[in-house]
């Protein structure tokens, strides 16, 4: 079976369009690098090009459970297990880029994973996505039996943790993607805790949805401020006001807010579709 085909052997016009999709971020990236569109340091451009993309497949397969309740559409965890794969396939190929920016010697590349702490956490969380990419073919799943197969996948919560803090770390002072990123995670587990102990079915009521974007951007904008502050001793009150404010430009808080409320509305809209005609409401 092909990647792009559903269990019935049929091509999937959803499955298609993704693996098409996550060819996209590396041809662009080696197109960049061969024209020389990343000067003045290539490698280092590409390494992080890349490194970005890995963290973001990783995050977008985090999301599809959220949004196939929410958004009312079961089919979206057709693209699951190929997002993840993908988001694996590219930590090597950051990891790779990395060894041929140290001329390949590995001696000098293990000593720098064993010496810098952002890179043990980066290759920690390469190891546990290889664990999980080769245990993600159907026969796997049969082996270590459904139950076992879940709970061994239940790692990428920590992988993505560890992305997220080796983000943090590499990027230094440009924290406002890191940052977004980190917003999203606590989005993205806060919804996971609410389905299991507060939804009906694994499904959260819309209503917590949008709350729990509300709750996410505070999050996000208080961190935000520890980190100022406790780097750097910014006032923290400055920090809370430039989230009310575009002089500084659109603050990581912001953002995840706009994109927690994106879904809430998207499933908001989804749900009036459902729902029959005579139960819709309209004007008199």
Not at 51 to 76: D, E, H, K, M, Y
């Amino acid at each position: 079976m092909y990647p792009w085909q559903d269990y019935s052997g049929r091509t999937s016009p959803l499955k298609l369009a993704v693996f098409v999709a996550l060819f996209g971020p590396a041809l662009w990236t080696a197109l960049s690098f061969a024209m020389g569109w990343l000067q003045p340091q290539p490698f280092t451009a590409a390494i992080r090009e890349i490194g970005l993309w890995t963290i973001r497949l990783i995050f977008i397969a985090l999301a599809i459970t959220p949004l196939r309740s929410v958004l009312q559409w079961p089919r979206l965890i057709l693209v699951r297990r190929m997002i993840g794969v993908a988001a694996f396939a590219y930590a090597i190929a950051h990891l790779s880029l990395y060894t041929a920016d140290q001329m390949f010697d590995l001696a000098k590349v293990a000593s720098e994973i064993v010496h810098r702490i952002y890179l043990t956490i980066g290759f920690t969380a390469v190891i546990g996505l290889s664990v999980l990419a080769a245990t993600s073919t159907d026969g796997m799943i049969r082996r270590l039996g459904a139950r076992n197969w879940q709970r061994l996948h239940r790692l990428i919560y920590a992988i993505a943790l560890l992305a997220v803090v080796h983000y943090c770390m590499q990027s230094k002072l440009d924290l406002w993607e890191p940052t977004i990123v980190a917003g999203i995670y606590g989005w993205l587990m806060g919804y996971r805790l609410l389905a299991r102990y507060l939804g009906v079915r694994g499904r959260l009521p819309l209503l917590w949805v949008g709350a729990l974007g509300v709750i996410a951007a505070v999050a996000t904008a208080l961190g935000e401020t520890a980190y100022f502050w406790l780097a750097f001793g910014v006032d923290p009150t400055r920090v809370i006001a430039a989230n009310w404010s575009l002089v500084t430009g659109v603050r990581p808080a912001a953002i995840v807010l706009g994109l927690a409320l994106a879904v809430t509305a998207a499933g908001s809209g989804r749900a009036l579709m459902r729902l029959p005609a005579k139960r819709r409401p309209g004007f008199a």
